[in-house]
Nanobody, 122 residues
Framework: QVQLVESGGGLVQPGGSLRLSCVASGFVLDYYVIGWFRQAPGKEREGVSCIGSSDGNTYYADSAKGRFTISRDNARNTVYLQMNSLKPEDTAVYYC???????????????WGQGTQVTVSS
């Protein structure tokens, strides 16, 4: 019953910016972590960034620090990932994900969205 719907992906030139959105519904948990993973062709899925629903604590992978910013709008039940200074290496399918703190930290969120394609190319 949990639904995560991503949007905002697309084709961007290197150095450009993009903002991803994830609208969540059907939550059962009062406390959870929601964020973003990505997977490029031939590579393992990796965590990018996440934020706690209650405390607002954030996490960023080293590759995202200084370039990406995660935020949330609780009234709209939406999480955003602002991506700046995009590089070709950022090309991947980006997945919104939700779970308990332990599950997300372990790289095994309880719920996944369908993903949105981000392509960084000149």
């Amino acid at each position: 019953q949990v639904q995560l719907v991503e949007s905002g992906g697309g084709l961007v030139q290197p150095g450009g910016s993009l903002r991803l959105s994830c609208v969540a519904s059907g939550f059962v948990l009062d406390y959870y972590v929601i964020g973003w993973f990505r997977q490029a062709p031939g590579k393992e899925r990796e965590g990018v960034s996440c934020i706690g629903s209650s405390d607002g604590n954030t996490y960023y992978a080293d590759s995202a620090k200084g370039r990406f910013t995660i935020s949330r709008d609780n009234a709209r039940n939406t999480v955003y990932l602002q991506m700046n200074s995009l590089k070709p290496e950022d090309t991947a399918v980006y997945y919104c994900a939700l779970g308990t703190l332990g599950a997300v930290v372990a790289g095994k969120p309880d719920y996944w969205g369908q993903g949105t394609q981000v392509t960084v190319s000149s």
